[in-house]
């Protein structure tokens, strides 16, 4: 009951202290809009968009500068929110499938968040694949590795190539880095589907044994028609 009436007290304190405050900056800013900035940009100069509007479009190895640099502007905010929403939509399949392996889900929404953010880095593709030894164990059922190494080692190597022959040299343009980019991106979801693939499969066979066989004990056999 005592720890209780503190926190009140202290709550009723911090309220007491910070809320005049911000409503006098509320009340500043509104009034400085009004009289030097009608429209009310004086809002975005003191709090700037959040990233997830992607209010800057300097190319990245992201997916979404050269995409809203090309998009007319009336389509801006129904593409963003598309866009947008693949970095949540596969969370709830997800958490559904994998409920009983928590760290490879975290795992998952680790890499989606390379490919999708507004501004993605090598240091977003970094964190992902530094977790990747963790489920060295799952290597083997891979089938794409060969295929995602040589598209990663592409991009790694043209990325710097077309950026300087396009900004310092003007040889060329957008759309040949772009194509890195997508390479880039393809690759991230190649090695991400490929390794849920893998580390299903694995559980299947740790549950039905690498040759499941029907109720009467017969092996099963599958026919391709």
Request: proline share 7%; hydrophobic share 50%.
């Amino acid at each position: 009951m005592e720890i209780f009436l503190i926190e009140c007290r202290h709550i009723h304190y911090t309220f007491k202290k910070v809320l005049p405050y911000k409503i006098c900056s509320a009340l500043k800013l509104y009034l400085s809009g009004n009289i030097s900035k009608p429209d009310m940009q004086v809002l975005t100069g003191v709090f700037p968009p959040p990233r997830m509007l992607a209010p800057d479009l300097t190319p990245n190895m992201g997916l979404f500068w050269y995409f809203f640099t090309e998009m007319f502007e009336h389509f801006r905010i129904f593409f963003l929110c598309v866009f947008q929403l693949n970095a949540v939509f596969y969370v709830i399949p997800l958490a559904v499938k994998l409920r009983d392996h928590p760290m490879f889900h975290l795992h998952l929404l680790v890499g989606l968040t390379a490919v999708f953010k507004s501004y993605p880095t090598f240091g977003d593709a970094a964190l992902f694949l530094s977790l990747l030894p963790v489920w060295g164990h799952c290597f083997k059922y891979m089938r794409n590795l060969f295929l995602v190494v040589c598209m990663w080692l592409y991009s790694i190597v043209l990325a710097p190539v077309l950026w300087h022959l396009w900004i310092y040299y003007g040889s060329a343009n957008a759309n040949f880095f772009y194509a890195v980019t997508l390479a880039y991106a393809t690759a991230q979801i190649f090695l991400l589907t490929d390794l849920l693939y893998a580390f299903l499969r694995r559980e299947f066979h740790l549950r039905h044994g690498p040759a499941p066989k029907e109720g009467q004990g017969m092996p099963i056999l599958m026919n391709l028609k």
